[in-house]
């Protein structure tokens, strides 16, 4: 199974980014997979973003609630993260992983994400 997430960038504070993260070299369909989009800053454990279920159902931690949306489309094999009124904190390197937890699945190579003025 190959990640390969894009879409990173350097934006000002308030300012908005898209992800997009592309399976291939699954044997199965990219429908059936939960998907996440992990955080990690230098020195720092993965932090959870978002997940979403292989049914659509979405989940977030309170640090972006309402401001991140996940959403998957199937037929593109495509997992997007929508970042909005973006602030220094979010500054991470992002990844994407098959599976709705941290353990197990497989991971992206990881997409760079600064927020500064």
């Known amino acids: 199974v190959q990640l390969v997430e894009s879409g990173g960038d350097a934006v000002q504070p308030g300012g908005s980014l898209r992800l997009s993260c592309t399976l291939s070299g699954s044997a199965f369909r990219f429908s059936i997979y939960d998907m996440s989009w992990y955080r990690q800053t230098p020195g720092k454990v993965h932090e959870l973003v978002a997940r979403?279920?292989?049914?659509?159902?979405?989940d977030y931690p309170d640090s972006v609630k309402g401001r991140f949306t996940i959403s998957r489309d199937d037929a593109k094999s495509t997992l997007y993260l929508e970042m909005n009124y973006l602030k220094p904190e979010d500054t991470a390197v992002y990844y994407c992983k098959t599976g709705y937890n941290y353990n197990g699945g497989s991971w992206g190579q990881g997409t760079q994400v600064t927020v500064s003025s």
């Open positions: 979403i279920t292989s049914g659509g159902n979405t």
